[in-house]
């Protein structure tokens, strides 16, 4: 029974090495990485990726898929949701980085299968919403340079946090994580944390600015 770690990294500053010590420092012992660079999760399913889609074949009754958090997996609802379950029914256990969360075809008890079947499906409608939400800031911040151009253009101060960082604080921050452990998963600061909390479109916009 082997244990697989999946890495999806849709931009140059994230690094598949920075989710593998992550998933180290949980305490997971790899035997093998699959990884896809440059790959978006919101356009592209896991079947369509060039590695994502080996995973199907790899995979046996009895392996463990480690993912840093379900949008690893994707960010479309249906897509996440399909593909968790397909491999549950292949006899995978699917486990998370972030949070510790472990989904498995074990149980025969109709209401743990509903209690499992519902926070998949919160999962993975978290991880559409927090890319539809990045896209919105995105396209905000594109309007905004376009009435601007020719002008002198203010972005304001750098953020102290990259796209990868900001994804992960976002993603436990919905989950109720506490600022603590958000702290420990992204290495920023609490104050930070806090404000990425009480005003995700403006930091998700400076992001935007900066990285235009």
Same mark, same amino acid.
């Given at each position: ?104 075809? %074990? #149980?025969?008890?109709?209401? /743990?299968?509903?209690? *499992? ?6 999962? !993975? +409608?978290? &991880? ?56 420990? %998963? #992204?290495?920023?600061?609490? /104050?930070?944390?806090? *404000? ?6 403006? !930091? +998700?916009? &400076? ?6």
């Amino acid at each position: 029974m082997a244990v697989i770690f999946y890495a999806r990294v849709s931009t140059a500053e994230q690094t598949i090495e920075h989710q593998r010590q992550q998933a180290e420092a949980a305490g997971f012992k790899i035997d093998r990485i699959v990884a896809d660079h440059g790959v978006s999760g919101i356009t592209t399913s896991l079947a369509d990726r060039p590695e994502g889609r080996r995973l199907f074949d790899i995979l046996r009754s009895g392996d463990t898929l480690v993912v840093r958090w379900v949008d690893r997996l994707g960010r479309n609802y249906a897509d996440v949701c399909d593909t968790i379950r397909q491999f549950m029914r292949q006899g995978v256990v699917i486990r998370t980085v972030i949070n510790g969360l472990t989904f498995d075809g %074990a #149980t025969r008890d109709p209401m /743990q299968q509903a209690v *499992r079947d519902a926070l998949i499906a919160f999962m !993975a +409608a978290t &991880a559409q919403a927090n890319a539809e939400a990045m896209k919105e800031a995105q396209r905000g911040g594109i309007a905004l340079a376009r009435s601007t151009e020719g002008e002198i253009k203010y972005r304001g101060r750098k953020p102290s946090f990259s796209k990868e960082q900001f994804s992960i604080a976002c993603d436990m921050l919905d989950l109720s994580a506490g600022i603590g452990e958000i702290v420990s %998963a #992204t290495g920023l600061s609490r /104050q930070t944390i806090y *404000r990425i909390r009480d005003d995700r479109a403006a !930091a +998700a916009g &400076a992001l935007m600015r900066w990285q235009g």
